[in-house]
Nanobody
Framework: QVQLVESGGGLVQPGGSLRLSCAAS????????MSWYRQASGLERELVAS????????NYVDSVKGRFTISRDNAKNTVWLQMNSLKVDDTAAYYC??????????????WGQGTQVTVSA
């Protein structure tokens, strides 16, 4: 059974930091590209950051570049999202996603249950 379990969300003031974790089980973690998505109330889910299976390539949505950092440890089956200089607009439910790809073909993907991040004074 595949599980992606996010943790680390919470309430933080603007300018603060949070570190989200996503622990994976039931998959060969090192074969999966990992991503963080977020969904604010009333809006569509958007890709925030991604990291390739080897950890060598990362991508970020423009709104978080320079503030968020995605990283992974394949030995610990865990991916993190370090979020600094948080803004009210970062308030959303954050979801972890795992993708197993071969070339351009997505062979499997899994979602976590989400963790809420609220940025408010």
């Amino acid at each position: 059974q595949v599980q992606l379990v996010e943790s680390g969300g919470g309430l933080v003031q603007p300018g603060g930091s949070l570190r989200l974790s996503c622990a994976a089980s039931g998959i060969t973690f090192s074969n999966y590209d990992m991503s963080w998505y977020r969904q604010a109330s009333g809006l569509e889910r958007e890709l925030v950051a991604s990291i390739r299976s080897s950890g060598g390539i990362t991508n970020y949505v423009d709104s978080v570049k320079g503030r968020f950092t995605i990283s992974r440890d394949n030995a610990k089956n865990t991916v993190w999202l370090q979020m600094n200089s948080l803004k009210v607009d970062d308030t959303a439910a954050y979801y972890c996603r795992a993708d197993y790809r071969r070339g351009s073909v997505n062979l499997a993907n899994y979602w976590g249950q989400g963790t809420q991040v609220t940025v408010s004074a």
